[in-house]
């Protein structure tokens, strides 16, 4: 069954300091990786899309990256700042990219 | 960038009438258009594709006669929660990608419907 998981479910971290959010996966065949940020009540965005051959990719603080060997990929957030404060979420995509299957997301909150 | 519209944003209806969500796509066209539907602090959960021109699929468990999808141009699907009740009380997001881009393309959000239903 195509699975995603996210860890931890909630974090709770400091105004400047930097964090990193875990997704597992069992999508088969897999096309891309995505992450999304979540703000409350508003419509995720678009924060990094990763194929198979990429390892990292970053978009501005955020730097993801993907090991397709073990299925796993982090969301590195650096000096985070009280905006950050969201659900990120992880979500792949199959070979053909018509099904997307979300990962529970985790939820940050970046306290001053 | 691409931009997907949502509306209306908030909208709170009396048990048993219908409400309609739409979905615009306004820089791109869309042959094809994902409605979620999230529970507080919870992901999304797919609920049906939008396919412009032909009948929506819809994901195991979900009512196609309650939640009615139509697909009518490249660039509008709409959501229509028929008889709604309480218990449909809920976020609603649209999702589309341009028909133009790869499988690798961004899938575009629009920011949500709160739905309550009193």
């Known amino acids: 069954k195509n699975q995603v998981e996210q860890s931890p479910q909630s974090l709770i971290i400091l105004e400047g300091k930097n964090c990193t959010l875990q997704?597992?996966?069992?999508?088969?065949?897999?096309?891309?990786l995505r992450w999304y940020k979540q703000d409350t009540g508003r419509g995720p965005v678009s924060l990094t899309i990763m194929t198979f051959s990429e390892n990292t990719k970053s978009n501005g603080r955020y730097t993801a990256t993907l090991d397709a060997d073990t299925k796993q990929s982090s969301l590195h957030i650096t000096a985070s700042q009280l905006s950050d404060s969201a659900s990120y979420i992880c979500?792949?995509?199959?070979?053909?990219?018509?099904?997307?299957?979300f990962g529970p997301g985790t939820r940050l909150s970046v306290l001053p | 960038g691409a931009v997907v519209s949502q509306h209306p944003s908030w909208v709170i209806c009396k048990s048993g009438t219908s409400v309609k969500i739409e979905c615009r796509s306004l820089?791109?066209?869309?042959?094809?258009m994902f409605w979620y539907r999230q529970f507080p602090k919870q992901s999304l959960m797919l609920m049906a594709t939008s396919n412009e021109g032909s009948k929506a699929t819809y994901e195991q468990g979900v009512e196609k006669d309650k939640f009615l999808i139509n697909h009518a141009s490249l660039t509008l699907s709409t959501l229509t929660v028929t008889s709604a009740h309480p218990e449909d009380s809920s976020f609603y997001i649209c999702?589309?990608?341009?028909?133009?881009?790869?499988?690798?393309?961004?899938?575009?959000f629009g920011n949500g419907t709160r739905l309550t239903v009193t």
């Open positions: 997704c597992n996966y069992t999508v088969s065949p897999f096309s891309n």
């Open positions: 999702s589309a990608r341009d028909s133009r881009g790869s499988t690798n393309s961004p899938l575009h």
């Open positions: 820089d791109f066209q869309a042959t094809t």
């Open positions: 979500v792949v995509s199959d070979l053909g990219g018509q099904n997307f299957v």
